[in-house]
Every structure is written in C-alpha cells, then in structure tokens.
C-alpha cells in the first residue's frame, strides 16, 4: 500500500509592510502589474486559444516551455474576477518550471473576462457550476488529446476555481495532484471517493472557508487521503496576487508558491 500523507500547518512568517490602500479600480493597466513574467520570454510559448465545445468556444490561455517535448499538465483555474493578467502570468511562471498550463476563462460564454472589476465579476458569476464543470473538463481534454502533455496532469485552483477542482475529482475525474488556493475543500459526503492527492493554501481570514477545515480534516483522517493543508495566519483571499494591494501578502505568496510548485513537482513525477 501506498504511503498516505496528513499534515495540518499554521504559516509563520513575517508578512512586511501593511497592506496597501484599496485599488480604486482593476483596469486592465492595474491587471499588468501581475505580469513579473512577461509573455515574450524566449523560453517559453504562450498562445491563446479557442477550443471547440458543444456550445461554441472556449478562450484559454496556454504557456509551455518553447520546445516539442511533451511535459506535464497542469490547468490553472482562476477566481471571481475571471482570466485576469495574474492567472495569465501563473500559467507562465508553471512554464518556465517545466509544466504545459493551461488556463480556461469561465466567461467565455457571455464574451470574455472584461476588463474592469465590477463587469468582471458580474459576468464571472453568471457562469454556472454545471458549466463550469463541463469548460473545465474541455480544458482537461485538450490537455490530455493535443500532444503538449506527457499523460500527467494537475489543476491549480483560486477561489472560485478550487470549486470547479472540487467539482471535478468528485464526479469521477482523478488527477495526478491538485492545489486549492483559499477555496473550499471537497464536499465532505463526497472527498471519500476520490484519490487525488490535495495541497490546501488557506487564507486566515477567510469566514467562507475556515468553518469547513474542521469536518475536512477529520474525513482526511477517517479516509486516509493524501492531503496537506497550510493556514496562512493573518491573510485573506487573494493574499497570492501582487495585483491585489488590499489583500497581497509577499511573505505568504512565496511561501505557498514554493509549496505548491514543490507539490506539483512531486505528484506529477517532476525529476
């Protein structure tokens, strides 16, 4: 029998300077502050892309080291603010560590993530979780069909992408390992029937998910899953991207990143 892993940690670090003022607004000049990758770097191919689905298409961001080797795949699943700049530049950070990512837009059936926060969001949140489920299982069959990846697959969920990973490995679709930013874990009455090793990044203020760690810890016990969870003290959603002033958190992002590039590496059997 394989190795089952628990581990429940408390973050400690030095989270730095407060937090900055609110942004006024997220345009898409204040989006381009995530980009600490630009998309014209010479080792990596990025493109996007319009995958063809039985309701029409599906924008998708992909970046992948710029070679023809196939490597593993990784979908980058954004939150409520839809395929921003930073999610864009998450899939680029993966690259340049060896991964094929893809990053599906949930608001690609009402036009695209627009660019300012406020229709943004609102056109985010008319995507529902049944489609959801069903652009990010497109996504996943591209990634598998297309040559880009070598058969070994993980997802990267923020928020509200966490949900369509929860959706995903619960309805019978097993990854090789997948990671939940500040998002509600699986559905207790379901993380039994699946096997898909997890990495939770929990925020420490987060009233929407920290009511449910209790209950999920005590399941990962009785069931034996694979799991790791970190609590980041002192954070909230969002403590990940730099183009957040009110809720980027340095210390935190490094930490969770390192973590989660380090899970990733060792679930899809990165050498």
Known sequence: ????TFLVKTAEYVAGMAAMATLPS???EEFARAAQIPSDVRRLHTERLALDTDWGQLDCYLARPDDTAPHPGVLVLHDKLGLTPHFEEVTRRLALDGFAALAPDYASRFGGTPTERGPALETVEMESRSNMLADTRSALGWLKSNGVSNGKIGAIGFGLGATAIDDLVTNGTDLDGAVI???HPPSI???GAFRTPLLLNLA?????????IPAFVDLVRKTGLKAEIFTYEN???GFDDDSDGAH???GAAK???SRTIEFIKVNLQVS
């Open 1 to 4: 029998m394989k190795r089952r």
């Open 26 to 28: 997220l345009v898409a």
């Open 181 to 183: 930013f500040y998002g």
């Open 189 to 191: 009455t379901d993380a």
């Open 204 to 212: 420490g203020k987060d009233q929407f998910v920290d009511p449910e």
């Open 235 to 237: 954070t909230e959603r």
């Open 248 to 250: 980027y958190s340095a």
């Open 255 to 257: 930490l969770a990143w």
